[in-house]
């Protein structure tokens, strides 16, 4: 390249033979080639430079350090207060997102580190020896200026010694605290792992030995203390004066914080003495009992039946749900658990509470026989607890009492409908047996004229009858089997038809007192059911006024009282407020028939509606009057209870029977129609009549019975016989059956019929209600007739099916 340069200025002076041109010429070229050399040199140092960038992973292993006793915390940071590097004990201190001088700590601190950020890029280096952050933790913090271009800042922060954590809270019991502690009836210690004293309160020191200035460093806690047969801590040098304690130990070591090992200071412990102020004849003192009174007012609110004993059973407390298990009031706790159960159950439960309240804590269960529920075992649960003065043993119970109830309930609602299965089964037994007799008096009257000797007699049976029949009408009614024939009405219209009877009923001596709410809602109910309804709780309430009730509790009223109908309207909103395991939430119209009388006896309530259940005296009561009620209502779709009217003092005067019964919406009321009997003055017999029942007597009363009225009879006694008989023939004119036989029952054989002769009509005969027959039976164009019958009932309602089946044919 210097060979060119001089070749060229040669040129450029042959060219021109002016020296100076040259000259000016050669320079600036000289100038030029220097400025190419710099450049090219400028750019290789920067290349060189991007080469040599620092490898930071580098350094986080050089300034690591894993034998520090304590931790020193390292972090880099640029001009821009950017972390760039940090070894493990920064993160674990501090994290990622924070950088000196912006870490976590209160402003005076953030300050100082700032200040010293600023003295490190000036001067080169910055100390701080005290740096305190968010957690209370004391670091000594060193700032140095270094890199190349002194472009990072170098932060060492070195942990000062960690104190105990008795220093950390700063627990000085020479101090005022010991004095406050004292007044409160609690004594302090300090001591170490090995339980030797390191310092007490001079109330610990008084109570000791008897010198308030006495420090007792380097003894054992324990050979101030003493612990009798029963456990309980006391001061040794008080002696049998002196009162329990409740020793606490509060430990006052921490773990260790990261990157940091224990100190010999580890292991402190602060000990508390609670004075548990129980001395010989004496009561509890004030700061005791505040501290027994929080425990037991936190006990007093758990669902949970807790009570709490001594070591030698005595009851110490019982809350409420544990008072309501056992079926004590509040204050009628007893003096041991052993008065709580029955007999045979006191020893085993002594031993298990004795047990549990001595030697190590233990816990278990045993089942009981409480003497206030004699027949249903409850489990209740032993668990032995220690420092809590003189409780010794836990006893829990849960309060099954609404359970218990609710349990009652259904087995109540089961028997009664098992009642009523039986009932329904026997009603529909006797009836055929009623049939037979009152059928069997209806053709002998026939034949006997009223001046005949028999003629009375024969009457007498029928009578008879006829009074069995509405027997069973009664427990087809509490069965819920009886025929309903529903309408839409207003209550307090049934109440006004029947109330010129019940006052009659009722005599001059008894108030009857009526009152009505307004806007009640309609119901669908059977009127003459309902007016039955009324008349059986006002004869009941009359019967309650009177010396020894119907409710089984003796009034003294001497027949004089008064008896209340009232009518409400509840809504839906209301009844969820009611709380009901039993009564759904809907809008209702509610009957309250209420007396003055004794009120009902609690071991009567729950036999009250059950099928001849009475309290009157022998041949006075059927017992059937209020299980009559309870059908009804039952099946009319509505609820019913019983209680008593309380007063103020808690005492009964007099019984409440209320009715719920559902409203009703849609229709509106309507007219009771008053229906004509059936009658068979249009037909004029001679037709071919299929009777076919299972039980002899019946059968032979209707077949004599419809032969006398002129019909051609075939007797069956079951449904394969009248199928075999209507194949054979194919004449008859109607089909009378029983629906329930054994074999083919009467629906089934009717069924077989109908696929023959399609229009036959039929007559069913049965003791069961017809609505639940009409369910089960399925048999469209059907009649019914429901058993007893008498002759006449039967004639005649042959004779109006076969005319009704007649017309049709015609039309």
């Given at each position: 390249?210097?060979?060119?340069?001089?070749?060229?200025?040669?040129?450029?002076?042959?060219?021109?033979?002016?020296?100076?041109?040259?000259?000016?010429?050669?320079?600036g070229?000289?100038?030029?080639?220097?400025?190419?050399f710099?450049?090219?040199?400028?750019s290789?140092?920067?290349?060189?430079?991007?080469?040599?960038?620092?490898?930071?992973?580098?350094?986080v292993?050089?300034?690591?350090?894993?034998n520090?006793?304590?931790?020193?915390?390292?972090?880099?940071?640029?001009?821009?207060?950017?972390?760039?590097?940090?070894?493990?004990?920064?993160?674990?201190?501090?994290?990622?997102?924070?950088?000196?001088?912006?870490?976590?700590?209160?402003?005076?601190?953030?300050?100082a580190?700032n200040?010293?950020?600023?003295?490190?890029?000036?001067?080169g280096?910055?100390?701080?020896?005290?740096?305190?952050?968010?957690?209370?933790?004391?670091?000594?913090v060193?700032?140095?200026?270094?890199?190349?271009g002194?472009?990072h800042?170098?932060?060492r922060?070195?942990?000062?010694?960690?104190?105990?954590?008795?220093?950390?809270?700063?627990?000085?019991?020479?101090?005022?605290l010991?004095?406050?502690?004292?007044?409160?009836?609690?004594?302090?210690?300090?001591?170490?792992?090995?339980?030797?004293?390191?310092?007490?309160?001079?109330?610990?020191?008084?109570?000791?030995?008897?010198?308030?200035?006495?420090?007792?460093?380097?003894q054992?806690?324990?050979?101030?203390?003493?612990?009798?047969e029963?456990?309980?801590?006391?001061?040794a040098r008080?002696?049998?004066?002196?009162?329990?304690?409740?020793?606490i130990?509060?430990?006052?070591?921490?773990?260790?914080?990261?990157?940091?090992?224990?100190?010999?200071?580890?292991?402190?412990?602060?000990?508390?003495?609670?004075?548990?102020?129980?001395?010989?004849?004496?009561?509890?003192d004030?700061?005791?009992?505040?501290?027994?009174?929080?425990?037991?007012?936190?006990?007093?609110?758990?669902?949970?039946?807790?009570?709490?004993?001594?070591?030698?059973?005595?009851?110490?407390?019982?809350?409420?749900?544990?008072?309501?298990?056992?079926?004590?009031?509040?204050?009628?706790?007893?003096?041991?658990?052993?008065?709580?159960?029955v007999?045979?159950d006191?020893?085993?439960?002594?031993?298990?509470?004795r047990r549990?309240?001595?030697?190590?804590?233990?816990?278990?269960?045993?089942?009981?026989?409480?003497?206030?529920?004699?027949d249903?075992?409850?489990?209740?649960?032993?668990?032995?607890?220690?420092g809590?003065?003189?409780?010794?043993?836990?006893?829990s119970?849960?309060?099954?009492?609404?359970?218990?109830?609710?349990?009652?309930?259904?087995?109540?609602?089961?028997?009664?409908?098992?009642?009523?299965?039986?009932?329904?089964g026997?009603?529909?037994?006797?009836?055929?047996?009623?049939?037979?007799?009152?059928g069997t008096?209806?053709l002998?009257?026939?034949?006997?004229?009223?001046?005949?000797?028999?003629?009375?007699?024969?009457?007498?049976?029928?009578?008879n009858?006829?009074?069995?029949?509405?027997?069973?009408?009664?427990?087809?009614?509490?069965?819920?089997q009886?025929?309903?024939?529903?309408?839409?009405?207003?209550?307090?219209d049934?109440?006004?038809e029947?109330?010129?009877?019940?006052?009659?009923?009722?005599?001059?001596?008894?108030?009857?007192?009526?009152?009505?709410?307004?806007?009640l809602?309609?119901?669908?109910?059977?009127?003459?059911?309902?007016?039955?309804?009324?008349?059986?709780?006002?004869?009941?309430?009359r019967?309650?006024?009177?010396?020894?009730?119907?409710?089984?509790r003796?009034?003294?009223q001497?027949?004089?009282?008064?008896?209340?109908?009232?009518?409400?309207?509840?809504?839906?909103?209301?009844?969820?407020?009611?709380?009901?395991?039993?009564?759904?939430?809907?809008?209702?119209?509610?009957?309250i028939?209420?007396?003055?009388g004794?009120?009902?006896?609690?071991?009567?309530?729950?036999?009250l509606?059950?099928?001849?259940?009475?309290?009157?005296?022998?041949?006075?009561?059927?017992?059937?009057g209020?299980?009559t009620?309870?059908?009804?209502?039952?099946?009319?779709?509505?609820?019913?209870?019983a209680?008593?009217?309380?007063?103020?003092?808690?005492?009964?005067?007099?019984?409440?029977?209320?009715?719920?019964?559902?409203?009703?919406?849609?229709?509106?009321?309507?007219?009771?129609?008053?229906?004509?009997?059936?009658?068979?003055?249009?037909?004029?017999?001679?037709?071919?009549?299929?009777?076919?029942?299972?039980?002899?007597?019946?059968?032979?009363?209707a077949?004599?019975?419809?032969?006398?009225?002129?019909?051609?009879?075939?007797?069956?006694?079951?449904?394969?016989?009248?199928?075999e008989?209507?194949?054979?023939?194919?004449?008859?004119?109607?089909?009378?059956?029983?629906?329930?036989?054994?074999?083919?029952?009467?629906?089934?054989?009717?069924?077989?019929?109908?696929?023959?002769?399609?229009?036959?009509?039929?007559?069913?005969?049965?003791?069961?209600?017809?609505?639940?027959?009409?369910?089960?039976?399925d048999?469209?164009?059907?009649?019914?007739?429901?058993?007893?019958?008498?002759?006449?009932?039967?004639?005649?309602?042959?004779?109006?099916?076969m005319?009704q089946?007649?017309?049709e044919?015609?039309?």
């Amino acid at each position: 390249m210097g060979v060119a340069l001089f070749v060229s200025a040669g040129l450029i002076f042959a060219v021109t033979l002016n020296p100076v041109i040259t000259g000016v010429y050669f320079g600036g070229l000289v100038v030029l080639l220097l400025g190419v050399f710099a450049a090219e040199r400028f750019s290789g140092a920067e290349e060189q430079a991007e080469i040599a960038t620092p490898d930071w992973s580098v350094t986080v292993a050089a300034i690591e350090s894993e034998n520090d006793a304590v931790p020193h915390a390292i972090a880099i940071t640029d001009r821009a207060n950017r972390l760039v590097c940090a070894n493990k004990a920064f993160l674990a201190a501090f994290g990622t997102k924070a950088a000196p001088p912006m870490l976590d700590a209160e402003r005076p601190a953030l300050e100082a580190l700032n200040r010293a950020a600023r003295n490190a890029w000036r001067d080169g280096e910055a100390v701080i020896e005290e740096f305190n952050d968010s957690k209370l933790r004391s670091w000594g913090v060193r700032a140095t200026r270094a890199g190349r271009g002194d472009d990072h800042l170098i932060w060492r922060l070195v942990m000062k010694v960690v104190p105990t954590a008795s220093e950390a809270l700063k627990v000085d019991l020479s101090g005022p605290l010991s004095g406050i502690l004292s007044r409160a009836g609690i004594e302090a210690a300090i001591t170490g792992p090995d339980g030797t004293i390191r310092s007490v309160g001079a109330g610990f020191a008084e109570r000791a030995v008897g010198d308030r200035e006495a420090t007792l460093a380097g003894q054992q806690l324990v050979s101030f203390l003493r612990a009798d047969e029963r456990e309980r801590i006391f001061f040794a040098r008080e002696g049998r004066s002196g009162t329990p304690q409740t020793l606490i130990d509060v430990p006052l070591s921490e773990p260790a914080l990261a990157g940091t090992s224990p100190t010999p200071e580890d292991g402190a412990t602060l000990m508390l003495l609670v004075d548990g102020g129980v001395g010989v004849g004496s009561g509890w003192d004030g700061s005791a009992q505040a501290g027994v009174a929080q425990l037991e007012a936190l006990l007093a609110q758990l669902p949970l039946g807790l009570a709490m004993t001594d070591r030698d059973g005595r009851f110490l407390f019982g809350n409420e749900a544990f008072l309501r298990s056992v079926g004590r009031g509040e204050g009628e706790l007893p003096a041991f658990p052993t008065d709580l159960v029955v007999r045979e159950d006191k020893t085993p439960l002594s031993d298990a509470v004795r047990r549990h309240g001595r030697g190590p804590a233990t816990r278990g269960d045993m089942a009981v026989r409480l003497s206030s529920q004699v027949d249903e075992p409850v489990s209740m649960g032993l668990a032995g607890v220690r420092g809590l003065g003189e409780a010794a043993v836990l006893l829990s119970l849960a309060d099954s009492s609404e359970e218990t109830q609710l349990k009652r309930q259904v087995a109540q609602a089961t028997k009664m409908q098992a009642v009523g299965q039986l009932a329904g089964g026997v009603a529909h037994d006797f009836n055929n047996v009623l049939t037979a007799i009152i059928g069997t008096c209806d053709l002998m009257l026939l034949r006997h004229t009223p001046g005949d000797s028999d003629y009375d007699d024969i009457q007498q049976i029928r009578a008879n009858s006829n009074r069995a029949a509405a027997l069973t009408r009664q427990l087809l009614a509490f069965s819920r089997q009886q025929t309903l024939r529903p309408e839409i009405l207003q209550l307090p219209d049934v109440i006004s038809e029947v109330g010129p009877l019940i006052k009659r009923l009722l005599g001059e001596k008894i108030d009857y007192h009526v009152q009505h709410d307004r806007n009640l809602g309609q119901v669908r109910a059977d009127p003459q059911q309902l007016e039955q309804v009324i008349m059986n709780l006002a004869v009941n309430a009359r019967d309650a006024i009177n010396t020894n009730g119907a409710h089984g509790r003796t009034s003294k009223q001497d027949g004089q009282g008064r008896i209340s109908l009232l009518t409400r309207s509840v809504k839906s909103h209301e009844v969820v407020k009611f709380g009901s395991e039993i009564l759904p939430a809907a809008d209702y119209t509610v009957l309250i028939v209420q007396d003055n009388g004794g009120g009902i006896p609690a071991e009567v309530l729950p036999k009250l509606f059950e099928p001849f259940f009475t309290t009157k005296e022998l041949g006075k009561g059927t017992g059937l009057g209020l299980s009559t009620v309870y059908g009804i209502v039952k099946q009319t779709g509505g609820f019913i209870f019983a209680d008593n009217v309380m007063t103020t003092s808690g005492r009964p005067m007099g019984a409440r029977f209320t009715i719920y019964l559902p409203v009703h919406a849609g229709e509106a009321p309507q007219r009771r129609k008053v229906e004509a009997p059936e009658t068979s003055s249009e037909w004029s017999a001679g037709g071919r009549v299929l009777l076919v029942e299972d039980e002899d007597m019946v059968r032979a009363v209707a077949e004599r019975a419809l032969v006398r009225a002129g019909y051609q009879i075939t007797a069956c006694s079951d449904g394969e016989d009248g199928l075999e008989a209507i194949q054979a023939d194919s004449g008859f004119d109607i089909v009378v059956s029983d629906v329930v036989m054994p074999g083919m029952d009467g629906p089934a054989m009717v069924r077989e019929i109908r696929k023959m002769h399609p229009h036959i009509p039929v007559l069913f005969m049965s003791g069961y209600a017809e609505e639940a027959l009409r369910n089960d039976i399925d048999v469209p164009h059907m009649h019914f007739l429901p058993k007893p019958f008498s002759v006449a009932a039967i004639t005649d309602k042959v004779a109006m099916v076969m005319a009704q089946a007649r017309a049709e044919k015609v039309d």
